[in-house]
């Protein structure tokens, strides 16, 4: 019986070197739920959620990947790989639309590795990419409630690059919510508002230039006057590319 963990990782591994992808994963399956303490179970389990998505079966492979990140993230049988693994559990929800697991996915990873330096920058990467979620249907106010809370939670511990990019999406979505378009007599509340958000776009547009060491926009154009000329919502998608 203790050969038995063993031989069927050994018969799983051969099956995938036969590239019969399906019948490793059912090896594996079986090794794990029948020796769910031996050696070989944290491979085993990843190698599942892998294969799963090499086969483009993408929600087996997020559930997959989301049980190796719980099942491994403490304790006796915590592994190095379960923030990487719940990382790869977001990109795959976000890529299937599935809004709520991909927000509590790159919440798990938040709470449980947001404060370990050692994997912080990958909690940083999963709290950012579920922005993605909002800036792919125009969804502004949630682009900034989103990317304002990415700066505030992580800012430079994330990384310099997520930190520039969150600042861009930021300038960028309260340039998209200016409607400064009026009659003289029209809603004073509303001329508020565009001037608010003008502001908040080349704000947010400044610090980001200067974190990638570019010419700052000009006093007047901070303070949201004398932008006939001025787009920082094109100027930035230069910058994105750039970094």
Known sequence: QDMMPGILNEAARYFQNANKIRKAIDLRIRLVAEHPDCEFVNDAQFSVAQSWAQLAFFEKAADAYETFARDHAAGRQADDRAPEAMLFAVDIRIGLGQDVQAK????????KFGSNHKYQKLAAEAYFKVGEL???????????????DYIQKYGRKGGKEFEIRAMMWVAEAHWSLVDCTWDEDEDRQRQTRCRQH????????TRANGLVDLPRFGDEAAEGESTENVDPAAVLAGRREAT
């Open 104 to 111: 509590a996915d790159a919440d798990f990873l938040d709470q």
């Open 134 to 148: 909002y800036t792919s249907t125009r969804d502004w106010q949630e682009v900034i409630r989103h990317y304002e």
């Open 198 to 205: 003008k502001t908040e776009a080349f704000d947010f547009a």
